[in-house]
């Protein structure tokens, strides 16, 4: 029938193509909705599930069963020919665990939806083991299993979560030999279902509710033995994850030493029973205070030892001749730097001595360089004296070097040792002959004594 058509029954003349172009006006008929969806799902492929059979009817040719999921809450009741069940090689049974290949059928008068089984076969315990080692595989090629990833357990837990089954065995043995091992151990305890379909739920719940909790040093996720389907929520890939990303460390008390779930690869510390977690998770008080005993003494020993060693060490520094007669020491020093000091004091004095004799030589020295020394000799200086003496000095001096410098009638200012005195000039004075003495300036005047500075005049 076309979407575009009219039905019967029906006012309409053309119809939505679609679900979203319909109206209280322009409704479809329930018809054509079955029709609808019989179309869509009729489409849907098989798909092969895997549940667990919870009912199982047989009526002639037809049987109704319920499938449920193994890890939740979910079930689909489905139908199958009985020609499939007798293909079978066992029986099948309420329980029993299966992978079936489902066809949805919808039935277009009544309007229900069938889960119709093509095929079923059950789960056998081989097929478990190789599904189970596949996912062991898979998820240690992720690095799940690795050891660099298992956290180190607390030396001393105060508060220890606890995820085991309701008022099991398992619960009673961590608790009575925690408590007889470490009397201050305390719990938090959370009880789960551990096996069904819901168990896998519970314990990721739990799980994650002790792991958010700061106080909470370690987890233990522990149940009592049993088969292999029994043990199969410890094989489940949720939780598995789950565990590797808790932060606390987890320790894994699943059934017996024989038995090893996949969560015993991924939790931090295997245990290989509920009795043998606690012995391992919480140290033993009176070994500790064994423990404690003997360290005391091997200290007591250590501090013994070495307040002996350390009084020979005093005895020995007693006995020697310096710590006999401790002030030999200073006696000895003492003698010493008075001998420095005399040593030093002769150098010194020596010293001063070779300097002072040094500077009287340089005083000598410089006196007779001194020109005062030659006036001594009986030499004097001749300078021109008054006018002509300052226009000279403003040439560059006024000493008188040359006779011609010293004319007839120059006033001259003559400086001898004891002073100056004044004199006048009679002009160059020829050489004397072999015959002749020099005649001697006729010249008058008084000298000054007492001051050298007070200039002598004389008067021609």
């Known amino acids: 029938m076309s979407d575009q058509s009219s039905l019967p029954g029906t006012g309409a003349t053309t119809l939505p193509a679609t679900a979203a172009e319909t109206s209280p006006d322009n409704p479809w008929p329930l018809q054509l909705l079955s029709q609808k969806l019989k179309a869509h799902i009729d489409r849907t492929p098989s798909a092969w599930v895997e549940g667990?059979?919870?009912?199982?009817?047989?009526?002639?040719?037809?049987?109704?069963?319920?499938?449920?999921?193994?890890?939740?809450?979910?079930?689909?009741?489905?139908?199958?020919?009985?020609?499939?069940?007798?293909?079978?090689?066992?029986?099948?049974?309420?329980?029993?665990?299966?992978?079936?290949?489902?066809?949805?059928?919808?039935?277009?008068?009544?309007?229900?939806?069938?889960?119709?089984?093509?095929?079923i076969r059950p789960v056998g315990l081989g097929d478990l083991l190789a599904r189970i080692e596949r996912l062991r595989q898979a998820l240690a090629a992720e690095g799940l299993f690795a050891d660099s990833r298992k956290k180190p357990l607390p030396l001393l837990p105060h508060?220890?979560?606890?995820?085991?089954?309701?008022?099991?065995?398992?619960?009673?043995?961590?608790?009575?030999?925690?408590?007889?091992r470490w009397p201050a151990v305390e719990f938090e305890i959370r009880e789960v279902a551990v096996q069904g379909n819901?168990?896998?739920?519970?314990?990721?719940?739990?799980?994650?509710?002790?792991?958010?909790?700061?106080?909470?040093?370690?987890?233990?996720?522990?149940?009592?033995?049993?088969?292999?389907?029994?043990?199969?929520?410890?094989?489940?890939?949720?939780?598995?994850?789950?565990?590797?990303?808790?932060?606390?460390?987890?320790?894994?008390?699943?059934?017996?030493?024989?038995?090893?779930?996949?969560?015993?690869?991924?939790?931090?510390?295997?245990?290989?029973?509920?009795?043998?977690?606690?012995?391992?998770?919480?140290?033993?008080?009176?070994?500790e205070l064994a423990g404690v005993r003997t360290a005391r003494e091997q200290l007591r020993r250590c501090m013994e030892r070495l307040v002996d060693r350390e009084a020979d060490r005093l005895s020995a520094l007693h006995s020697?001749?310096?710590?006999?007669?401790?002030?030999?020491?200073?006696?000895?020093r003492a003698e010493?730097?008075?001998?420095?000091?005399?040593?030093?004091?002769?150098?010194?004095?020596?010293?001063?001595?070779?300097?002072?004799?040094?500077?009287?030589?340089?005083?000598?020295?410089?006196?007779?360089?001194?020109?005062?020394?030659?006036?001594?000799r009986g030499y004097a200086v001749v300078e021109l004296a008054g006018d002509q003496a300052a226009r000279i000095a403003q040439a560059g001096h006024a000493v008188v070097r040359r006779p011609a410098e010293a004319p007839a009638g120059a006033a001259l200012s003559i400086r001898v040792a004891e002073g100056r005195f004044g004199a006048t000039s009679t002009g160059p004075a020829q050489s004397p002959g072999p015959a002749q003495s020099p005649v001697p300036a006729q010249s008058t005047g008084a000298v000054h004594p007492g001051n050298p500075n007070h200039e002598l005049e004389e008067k021609a």
């Open 336 to 376: 010493e730097i008075e001998r420095l000091l005399r040593r030093s004091s002769a150098a010194v004095s020596s010293t001063v001595v070779r300097a002072a004799d040094q500077l009287e030589h340089l005083k000598a020295q410089v006196r007779a360089l001194s020109p005062q020394k030659t006036l001594d």
């Open 159 to 180: 508060r220890i979560g606890l995820i085991t089954g309701r008022d099991s065995d398992a619960k009673k043995d961590i608790l009575r030999n925690a408590a007889l």
């Open 52 to 119: 667990q059979v919870i009912e199982l009817n047989r009526r002639g040719t037809n049987a109704y069963l319920t499938l449920r999921d193994v890890d939740a809450e979910v079930s689909l009741p489905a139908s199958v020919w009985t020609k499939v069940l007798e293909r079978q090689n066992l029986p099948l049974e309420r329980g029993s665990r299966v992978v079936a290949l489902l066809k949805p059928e919808f039935w277009l008068k009544t309007g229900r939806l069938n889960m119709l089984v093509r095929d």
């Open 198 to 287: 819901t168990a896998v739920a519970q314990v990721v719940r739990a799980l994650r509710e002790l792991d958010a909790r700061p106080e909470v040093d370690v987890i233990v996720i522990a149940r009592g033995g049993g088969a292999l389907e029994d043990l199969l929520p410890f094989n489940s890939e949720e939780l598995i994850r789950a565990v590797a990303a808790a932060a606390t460390p987890v320790v894994s008390a699943i059934g017996h030493e024989a038995d090893r779930p996949l969560l015993d690869y991924v939790a931090d510390l295997r245990a290989s029973t509920p009795t043998d977690a606690a012995k391992r998770i919480v140290p033993e008080v009176s070994e």
């Open 320 to 332: 020697r001749p310096v710590m006999a007669a401790p002030e030999g020491m200073v006696s000895g």
